[in-house]
């Protein structure tokens, strides 16, 4: 299937550095995705690591309306493993894939009054990857490194962009890569030349030691009972004395055998227990329908020639790149999200059906976060949030102190975009142009 199609993929770094710009921007242009659809992006691959010949994979969509001057958003998404094609498609970007690979377009779409960049990270994520095994990231000073590297060569290439407002976005194991850019942008703040005002995180692995306690959460909306939570009490417990040890691997291996299912073979104890083999929505106990359109999409000839990929095979989540990043799993990011959350604005959302990320998990996380306003935040008032105030059903709960902006979205689990899209683009647009969440 192969025959007649160009296999090398675009890397753009060549034409970066000899300065070949304009020539660059149009080869990275996206054209013939879709008969109807016509919106303009750019895609391609940026070398960050040349020794392991390690290359991001980014799609870049800027915003329909003004722009010039709209902020810019970058968007990763978790796993670790986890392509940022998943949100594209089936989250925040401007269309998602029928059933018979046609584009449809999304309503809600971030990218709108947003310029939006999705990049698969770290590297061996969706279509980036790396030609050596030492180019994988072991730990989040490596995934920084590849992604502001990758950062300064997008912002050379798309210079028109450097002066607007950046953000950095994304949900779960982004919990980690978010801050870990985030922290490099910080550092590197008088030399970057980019704008960076803030970040946002969604149902976002962050701080494990204290976002342990998934038991008492599944017994208190009866998805498991007393002696069941007694278990997980037990092994909730084991991990946080690994973690505070450094036992980064065994608290790793604990936690995959009781709900995580990355690498341990048969089944979790979550599973055992509860009939469920999905832990993204307490609404559902197996993996819903049709999410899965899109890879489809992505492994079609038409669709790696327009986004200019060569010849790969498409997978949703690369379990390798967890593999590579084990010791990290359970390794805090607090420090870091620290420093931000006093020097950058701040929004940190949870849809309320989550279970691997529930929203009491990151509710105990901003109690022992000690920064500047801890204790104003830790007694400010919660705001019913109506997107509409018009609206019958309350969509939700929000809470700001200074730079931190907390919000709960009903009816939404994991991956709030999905679930609640019109919900999550007015929290976005709120956050970003510093609007109150009441009426």
């Known amino acids: 299937s192969y025959a007649n199609r160009k296999c090398d993929p675009l890397l753009l770094t060549p034409y970066i550095e000899t300065s070949r710009l304009v020539e660059a921007k149009q080869l990275s242009a996206v054209t013939g995705l879709s008969k109807t659809l016509n919106i303009t992006s750019y895609s391609g691959f940026l070398t960050v690591n040349k020794q392991f010949n390690s290359n991001l994979f980014f799609w870049f969509f800027p915003a329909l309306n003004n722009a010039s001057t709209a902020p810019v958003l970058l968007w990763l998404q978790g796993g670790p493993g986890s392509s940022s094609m998943l949100a594209l498609f089936t989250e925040n970007g401007p269309f998602t894939v029928d059933n018979n690979h046609n584009l449809v377009p999304n309503k809600y779409s971030w990218a709108q009054n947003y310029s939006v960049l999705y990049i698969d990270n770290p590297v061996g994520t969706g279509f980036s990857f790396t030609q050596n095994i030492k180019g994988f990231a072991a730990n989040e000073t490596d995934v920084a490194l590849d992604l502001y590297n990758g950062l300064q060569q997008f912002f050379t290439l798309f210079s028109e962009y450097r002066n607007n407002e950046f953000y950095v976005t994304g949900e779960s194991y982004a919990g980690k890569y978010v801050p870990a850019i985030g922290y490099k942008l910080h550092q590197m703040a008088d030399t970057s030349n980019i704008n960076f005002k803030g970040i946002s995180i969604g149902n976002g692995w962050i701080d494990p030691l204290n976002m342990l306690d998934i038991g008492s959460y ?4 009866g998805l498991i009972d007393k002696n069941q939570l007694n278990h997980f009490i037990e092994v909730q417990n084991k991990t946080a004395e690994d973690i505070k040890q450094n036992k980064y691997r065994e608290a790793f291996e604990l936690q995959d055998q009781l709900i995580g299912g990355d690498l ?4 979790t104890y979550f599973t055992n227990v509860t009939g469920f083999t999905y832990y993204l929505n307490i609404l559902n106990s197996r993996e819903p329908k049709g999410l899965d ?3 489809k999409f992505l ?8 986004i200019h990929v060569g010849c790969a095979t498409y997978v949703a989540t690369n379990e390798t790149v967890g593999v590579y990043l084990i010791k990290d799993e359970f390794y805090s990011v607090k420090p870091w999200f620290t420093t931000l959350i006093d020097n950058y604005k701040v929004l940190i959302y949870s849809g309320q059906l989550d279970i691997i990320v529930a929203a009491t998990l990151t509710e ?5 976060l000690e920064w500047k306003h801890s204790k104003e935040f830790s007694s ?5 949030w109506k997107v509409d105030k018009e609206d019958n059903e309350v969509t939700g709960y929000a809470k700001k102190v200074d730079n931190l902006t907390h919000v709960i979205i009903r009816n939404a689990g994991h991956m709030v975009p999905t679930d609640q899209p019109r919900a999550a683009l007015d929290m976005m647009n709120r956050f970003i142009r510093n609007q109150p969440f009441g009426h």
């Open 218 to 221: 599944l017994y208190q909306i």
């Open 264 to 267: 341990t073979n048969g089944s």
């Open 293 to 295: 359109n899109f890879v």
């Open 299 to 306: 492994n079609l000839n038409t669709t790696q020639e327009a």
């Open 364 to 368: 105990n996380f901003l109690e022992n």
């Open 380 to 384: 400010a008032k919660r705001i019913v």
